[in-house]
C-alpha cells in the first residue's frame, strides 16, 4: 500500500503560480511513476504530467511550457510546479503512484486549485 498527501493548492490570478507537492509513504520502494492528473467536475480526469523514478517526464500538451514535474526520491516527494496558470487550469488536482507490486496504482485525495482571471 501507497499514501499519498497532497498539499500546495489554492487561489490564484491568471498568470500566476502555485506548487503542488506530494508526499509517499508506505511502499514506496515499489513506485515506479508518479503523476499529477485533474478533474473538473463534471469531466474525466485527465493527465497533466508524469515522470519515471529516472526522471523520464511527460506533459498534457494543455500544460506544456507552463508546468513543470519533478521528483526528489529521497525524499520521496513529487512537485508540480504551476507557472503562468489560466482559468482553464482550475481543478482539483490529483497525485498518482503507479507500482510494480501487480500493476497497483494508488492516489491522493486532490488538492483544489482556483484559477481567477
Known amino acids: 500500500q501507497v499514501q499519498l498527501a497532497e498539499s500546495g493548492g489554492g487561489l490564484a490570478q491568471a498568470g500566476g503560480s502555485l506548487r503542488l507537492s506530494c508526499v509517499a509513504s508506505?511502499?514506496?520502494?515499489?513506485?515506479?511513476?508518479m503523476g499529477w492528473y485533474r478533474q473538473v467536475s463534471g469531466k474525466q480526469r485527465e493527465l497533466v504530467a508524469h515522470?519515471?523514478?529516472?526522471?523520464?517526464?511527460n506533459y498534457a500538451d494543455s500544460v506544456k511550457g507552463r508546468f513543470t514535474i519533478s521528483r526528489d526520491n529521497a525524499k520521496n516527494t513529487v512537485y508540480l510546479q504551476m507557472n503562468s496558470l489560466k482559468p482553464e487550469d482550475t481543478a482539483v488536482y490529483y497525485c498518482?503512484?503507479?507500482?510494480?507490486?501487480?500493476?497497483?496504482?494508488?492516489w491522493g485525495e486532490g488538492t483544489l486549485v482556483t484559477v481567477s482571471s
Open positions: 498518482k503512484a503507479s507500482t510494480w507490486i501487480k500493476d497497483s496504482d494508488f
Open positions: 515522470i519515471s523514478r529516472g526522471g523520464i517526464t
Open positions: 508506505g511502499s514506496i520502494f515499489s513506485i515506479t511513476v
